[in-house]
Every structure is written in C-alpha cells, then in structure tokens.
C-alpha cells in the first residue's frame, strides 16, 4: 500500500463553528486550508493524519485566540511552521500586522507562496531563528504554537517585545501546571504577569489554552539585581 492510500487526505467540511469565528473572510479561510492540505503535507509541515481534523485541531484552534490581540497590534509569530498561528491570525483579523519568524528555508518559501496566494497585504516572512532578530524586529505582542516548554520559548521571545509586551504562548491542557513549575524561570526573566486564557469555548469541543506573560522590565532588572547581590 503506497503512504497517499494509507491516510484519508481529503479536507473535510469546514464545522459550523468557522464561518461564526472567520465571518466574510470564510473564503480565505477555506483557500488556507486547502494548502495545508496539499501542499502543507507535501512540503513536510501537517501530517497526513492531521487532515481529517484540520478545522478544528489547527485553523480553528488558532483562530480563536485573535481576541487576546487589540485592534491593529503588530504580532511576531515565533517558529511559525505551517503559518500557525500567524497566518490564521492574519486572515481573521486583517487589522493585525503579522510577522511570520521561520528559520526553515522550505518553509519560509512555503509561507511566503501560501501568504501571497491568499493576498495577505498584512503578512511579512522573515527567515531566521528568533535570536537573530533581536534589536532587528520587536513588537508589543508574541506569539508561538507548541514550540517549546515555556521558559525556554520565553528566553527566545522576550528579547522581541517592545516594553511591557506580552507573549501569549499557545499550550495543551497541562497549560497551568507547566506555569506553575516554570514561574520562578519566568519571574527571573521580567514576565512576573502570568495567566492562562481559553480561547473558543462557543465554537470548538475542547478549547485553545494560551498562557499569556507579560514583561515587566522593572522586575527583571530587580530579578537580576537581587541575583547579583547574593553571589556576593
């Protein structure tokens, strides 16, 4: 059995859920979601098994944290892969300024071939690691999608935020545990503000938890201050 026969790669029908969180840009939606679909599983970035629940376990699921983001706030999607949650952000909330940051080459030309078919005027790819942007590219808002543990990811996209900026990590259910193991590495790092958010209860079975983290530079000067004065 050839590896197309092993797996159903036909895109199902959008829920009902997708045309109340995505309104007049359903269309757009729709067009996303046929690349995943194609190309997205050509190129490496969605499983073939992860089709059947595209809508809900990827569109949909990032979607429906564009509420965490005020009107026309510039957004940094850190490792941003298949465009998730960049691009979805981006075709739900055209007011928002996104930057996809991808270090893959492959993915880059995939997200910049996928941005431009979907003639997102308000999405710019950037290829590199988030390290390498830092004095380069910030913005008030961060995002990132199963990336890595939280501290880690923090250590990537703090350097990015403008001021009192906010990384609101998408995560799964073990969301507030892993707060809580990883609060003092977060403190250590200026991100003293930490809650976690549902996202999308009205239109999805299970969900989307972010745990949303804000800098407060004071505290990590006073973190790192303190931390001083000790080794003395």
């Known amino acids: 059995m050839s590896n197309s026969e092993e797996f159903d790669t036909t895109l199902p029908a959008a829920p009902s859920g ?33 089709v059947p629940r595209l809508w809900d376990r990827h569109v949909l699921n990032c979607a429906v944290i564009e509420g965490a983001f005020p009107e026309g706030a510039k957004v940094i999607d850190v490792g941003s892969g298949a465009g998730l ?26 997200l910049s071939t996928t941005v431009a078919d979907l003639e997102l005027a308000n999405v710019t790819v950037h290829r590199g690691r988030a390290e390498e942007f830092v004095g380069v590219l910030s913005a008030p808002w961060v995002t990132a999608r199963a990336v890595a543990r939280i501290a880690k990811l923090a250590r990537w996209c703090v350097p990015l935020l403008d001021g009192r900026g ?67």
């Open 85 to 110: 949650p960049g691009v979805a952000l981006a075709v739900v909330r055209p007011d928002l300024d996104v930057h996809l940051v991808e270090p893959m080459q492959r993915r880059t030309d995939w």
């Open 166 to 232: 906010t990384l609101v990590a998408m995560k799964g259910r073990s969301a507030q545990e892993e707060l809580d193991t990883d609060r003092r590495d977060l403190n250590k790092l200026g991100l003293v503000e930490a809650s976690v958010s549902e996202h999308g209860g009205d239109v999805l079975d299970d969900p989307t938890l972010t745990l949303d983290l804000t800098f407060v530079p004071k505290a990590r000067q006073a973190a790192s201050t303190k931390g001083r004065r000790k080794k003395r």
């Open 18 to 50: 997708a045309a109340v969180v995505f309104g007049e840009r359903m269309p757009i939606a729709h067009r996303f979601a046929e690349i995943l679909a194609d190309t997205g599983v050509t190129h490496g970035l969605i499983g073939p098994r992860e």
